[in-house]
């Protein structure tokens, strides 16, 4: 069964960096795409960028751009998203989540890394 | 960008009820919306996909229609299960964007 596991939670000072990991299995890694997706405490869903794990092309949310990166190891079938500068606002749970077949939703979901910066 | 409305923001109401749920996309996103529900603590997952296509494994209860600018979510006979929060997404134009979800709870 497909199956999306992430990195565990992380704690972080201001102006540091985290890199969340998401490793998947059941399915042919190479044949679709991750986003990653994520979520402040008590808000709604917030998309932050896009990676083919086909070729490694991103897609990033303007916002975010020059901040995160977003890469693959098709060797572990695994998706990792690295975000730098992080500030208070960056606190959320990160999910990332698979392509569905025709690319127009997500059909399966990490189970979610929160992320907390604080001083 | 699209921007995805939706409402109402919640919608209380008994097992057994009719939930109808609404996304108004700010342009055309043709039928490309789907549909998510996220209980507290977990990931959301898809129910609908393609503005009317149930997701597989998702109950027959639950339906999508729309296109253009007006969708609707219906869970035609509420479960205990089913209150949750329900977001509409696109991705047919870039950024793909979330609307701001319907809190569906219990009266």
């Known amino acids: ?119 | 960008e699209i921007v995805l409305t939706q409402s109402p923001a919640t919608l209380s109401l008994s097992p057994g009820e009719r939930a109808t749920l609404s996304c108004r996309a700010s342009q055309s996103v043709s039928s490309y919306l789907a549909w998510y529900q996220q209980k507290p603590g977990q990931a959301p997952r898809l129910l609908i996909y393609d503005a009317s296509n149930r997701a597989t494994g998702i109950p027959a209860r639950f339906s999508g229609s729309g296109s253009g600018t007006d969708f609707t979510l219906t869970i035609s006979s509420l479960e205990p299960e089913d209150f949750a929060v329900y977001y509409c997404q696109q991705r047919s134009n870039w950024p793909e964007t979330f609307g701001p979800g319907t809190k569906v709870d219990i009266k």
Request: charged letters at 15%.
């Open chain 1, 1 to 119: 069964q497909v199956q999306l596991v992430q990195s565990g939670a992380e704690v972080k000072k201001p102006g540091a960096s985290v890199k969340v990991s998401c490793k998947a299995s059941g399915y042919t890694f190479t044949s679709y795409g991750i986003s990653w997706v994520r979520q402040a405490p008590g808000q709604g869903l917030e998309w932050m960028g896009w990676i083919s794990a086909y070729n490694g092309n991103t897609n990033y949310a303007q916002k975010l751009q020059g901040r995160v990166t977003m890469t693959t190891d098709t060797s572990t079938s695994t998706a990792y998203m690295e975000l730098r500068s992080l500030r208070s606002d960056d606190t959320a749970v990160y999910y990332c989540a698979r392509e569905a077949h025709g690319g127009q939703s997500y059909d399966y979901w990490g189970q979610g890394t929160l992320v907390t910066v604080s001083s």
